[in-house]
Structures are given as structure tokens and as C-alpha cells.
């Protein structure tokens, strides 16, 4: 049976507003951006380096290993990450945060020297109105320390990226005498940046076809890259990401879980599954849960029950009916079915599975599923002691509650 016999996807069928989705690279901030927020602990270099290991197995192009410039811990993570990914012969490029200041970016010439790896410097620079007005700080102040820093990072023979900071809310005024200076000097990516969460996705296209334009009159859009990092302030970060790649930018930035200052980032893992269902990933991403553990685990960072496709109870019903479909669906032998007939995400693709509890708005044949998977002989009369004992709960009964139902039984004596 062909899907679209039983699927009719209104994502792609009508009238389409935007255009087609396609691959572009995909950078990691969680232990550069995501460690920042304030109720994230720091992982271990250990945990640093399965962190760095699950990236590259699911094929994340670069991850932000650090900033340096913030003292000789962060160098020395960074830098044990980057031999890291030297020594396994990882995938994943490394990259390194650093203001537009020399003490940030020196730390990051010396480690690709010391290391013998091209470390990116993504220097970033606050180029909003609001921000300029706090730190009294003029347009001819900040090109001065964008071509500064830039030329510093290509004199060092680094990849050179700019930053602008708070992006979403600048003036075009500046960004243009900015973003202008630094590929003047030699930058190969510059990186739009949504760093209070600011944007709508109208604003994500109108700064992206801009910014386009901009490169284009410069004749540089071939030879500079363009990136997206965005903020979850306003719960768009994700649909803003989405809309980045759509408007052209050629790398979008996230973090596993979302984690980092405020409210978090992208979240790289809804990321990498979207673009995994729109069809432009096409790599294995059954490790993308132990990702997510590993981070949550490590950072501290407790994972929502309803999170998608990682909490709990992404995949767990209890309801009778839609535990019902997923049964039939199941007894047919179809493994495909049962796991899109209620589901928009199929589990298996991710390493999960379709999960079926028993509550006090379960069936019968939630109870005889649950039993019957578990090698436990079913009959009438356990199926109806079950199902009274989930009847008198206001929640899923625990395996432990059903197993005590199923010894106290005539049956298993």
C-alpha cells in the first residue's frame, strides 16, 4: 500500500506559500550557549566528549566547543575537545565563540596552532539601537573592532565568522556598514542572530532576503555563507529556523533540548526531526534520544513529560480508543501503520516505540495488549480484575500495580 493511499499530507497538497525545504548544515551550541543559562551545570570534559560523539554520530556538521577567551578551564575543554575530534577522526568541525576583542580571539589562534585543526572563531559583536545606546558606542566604534577582529582571525589562519548580536532588532544602517566591513576583511560566514527572541517569521524573511541582497551587491553571496541562530522567547524559535533555511541561509544553530540563556534556543533535536520528516535528513537518527538523555543527564536538565518525541509520554496512551487503532493496526502486522495511524512522528525512526498503559480511560483491549506483549496468559476474568483496578485510579496504574493485580490472581496460583 502506497502512504499517500492513506495519508493525505495538507503540508505539502495545495496551495504552498513557501518554497520547497532543502538541506543545508546544521551547527551545535549546546556547550557554548546552551551552558549558559543559568540552571545548566557544566558537564564534565568526559561527558563533554560523549556529548561531541553523539553530535557526530548524528551527523550535526559543527559544533561551538567553547569560548576561550572566558579563562583557562574553557581553554582547556576547548581544546581537549578539539583533539578530540582530531584524534577519532570525527565529521563534526569545531568552532569557538569570541567577542570582537583579541584576548577572545588569540585563545582560539593558539589552540588551532597547538592542535593543528582549523577551529572556526565566530566572533559576535551587539550591533541593536538599544545596545549601542547602553554601552554609548557608535557605528564607526563597532566597524573599527569588526575588521579588527576579523582581519586577526584570517592573520591567525582560522575560519573567520561575524556575529552580529541581537540582529533581529538592528538597523539596516549599521548592519549594512558592519556586515560590509567584515567581508571586507576576509569573513566566510556571517551569522544572523535572534538573540532575545525577538522575531516573527516575516522578520526572519524580510532579515534574510536583506541581508541576501546585501551580500549579492557586494558579489559575495557565493563565497560567504549565511547562518541563522535563534532564541525561544517568544516560543518561535523553531518555525523561525525552519523559515531561515526556507528565506536561504545556508547553516541554522540549535541546542539538544533548546537549553541556554532564558527561556533556550532552537532546540536541536525538534530541529534534526523535522528535517527529518520534511525529507531533506537523510541520515540515521535512531541515536538522537541518547543524545538527548546524555544532555539532560549531564547538564541537568530534567526532560518534560509531553517534550516531543523524547519525553515520556510522547509515544504512551492509555486512552482506549486510540489505543484501539494502534492495536488493530498492530494485529494486521503492520508495523508502519501502528506507528503513524496516532502519531504524526513514527517512533521507530528515532529509536522509540508506539506504547500502550493501562488507566482509568483504558479499554479491554489495552489490558489484553499489555498482558498478551508480555507473555502473561490473559483471561476474562484477569482482563476484568485489571480493568476494575484501573477504574478506581485517577492515573496510569504502574507496571508494578498491574503485576500486583496479576499474582493476587486465582489464575497465577
Not at 497538497?13 to 518554497?19: D, I, V
Not at 560523549?50 to 554520530?57: A, N, W
Not at 582560522?158 to 560590509?180: G, K
Not at 484501573?390 to 499474582?407: F, M, N, P, Y
Request: charged share 25%.
Amino acid at each position: 500500500m502506497n502512504e499517500r493511499d492513506i495519508i493525505y499530507d495538507w503540508n505539502v497538497e495545495g496551495h504552498a506559500l513557501s518554497p520547497p525545504m532543502r538541506r543545508v548544515e546544521v551547527h551545535d551550541e549546546t556547550l557554548r550557549d546552551g551552558i549558559q543559562c543559568p540552571s545548566v551545570q557544566d558537564p564534565s570534559i568526559e561527558a563533554k566528549f560523549e556529548i561531541v560523539r553523539l553530535l557526530d554520530q548524528v551527523r550535526v556538521d559543527s559544533t561551538n566547543v567553547g569560548l576561550p577567551g572566558a579563562g583557562p578551564r574553557a581553554v582547556a575543554d576547548s581544546q581537549a575537545l578539539v583533539e578530540l575530534i582530531r584524534d577519532e577522526k570525527l565529521a563534526i568541525r569545531a568552532a569557538c565563540a569570541a567577542r570582537t576583542h583579541p584576548n577572545d580571539i588569540r585563545p582560539i589562534v593558539e589552540i588551532s596552532q597547538r592542535t593543528g585543526v582549523p577551529v572556526e572563531a565566530m566572533m559576535f559583536l551587539g550591533s541593536s539601537p538599544i545596545r549601542m545606546y547602553a554601552e554609548n558606542w557608535d557605528d564607526a566604534k563597532l566597524e573599527d573592532l569588526t575588521r579588527t577582529a576579523v582581519k586577526m582571525a584570517k592573520e591567525g589562519g582560522i575560519p573567520a565568522t561575524f556575529v552580529t548580536e541581537d540582529t533581529t532588532r538592528s538597523h539596516p544602517r549599521t548592519l549594512r556598514r558592519l556586515l560590509t566591513a567584515a567581508v571586507e576583511e576576509g569573513a566566510t560566514r556571517l551569522v544572523l542572530c535572534d538573540t532575545v527572541g525577538h522575531a516573527t517569521p516575516n522578520g526572519v524573511f524580510n532579515l534574510v532576503h536583506w541581508v541576501t541582497d546585501l551580500l549579492v551587491g557586494l558579489g559575495a553571496r557565493e563565497s560567504v555563507k549565511l547562518d541563522w541562530h535563534g532564541h525561544n522567547d517568544r516560543g518561535h524559535a523553531l518555525p523561525n529556523t525552519l523559515y531561515a533555511i526556507e528565506a536561504g541561509c545556508d547553516r541554522v544553530h540549535g541546542t539538544v533540548l533548546g537549553v541556554g540563556e532564558r527561556v533556550g534556543n532552537t532546540s536541536l533535536d525538534q530541529l534534526l526531526v523535522n528535517l527529518k520528516l520534511i525529507g531533506v535528513e537523510e541520515h540515521d537518527l535512531k541515536r538522537l534520544g541518547l543524545l538527548v538523555e546524555k544532555v539532560s543527564e549531564t547538564c541537568g536538565v530534567p526532560i518534560p513529560n509531553n517534550y516531543p518525541v523524547f519525553g515520556v509520554d510522547a509515544f504512551r496512551t492509555g486512552t482506549g480508543v486510540h489505543a484501539a487503532a494502534v492495536i488493530k493496526a498492530a494485529k494486521k502486522g503492520d508495523h508502519w501503520l501502528a506507528d503513524r495511524i496516532y502519531s504524526g512522528v513514527p517512533a521507530a525512526w528515532f529509536g522509540r516505540r508506539q506504547e500502550i498503559e493501562i488507566g482509568h480511560q483504558s479499554g479491554e483491549s489495552n489490558i489484553r495488549y499489555w498482558l498478551d506483549s508480555r507473555g502473561i496468559p490473559v483471561s476474562d476474568s484477569l482482563v476484568k480484575a485489571i480493568f476494575e483496578a484501573a477504574k478506581k485510579t485517577k492515573a496510569l496504574l504502574s507496571e508494578a500495580q498491574i503485576l500486583d493485580v496479576v499474582r493476587s490472581h486465582p489464575a497465577a496460583h
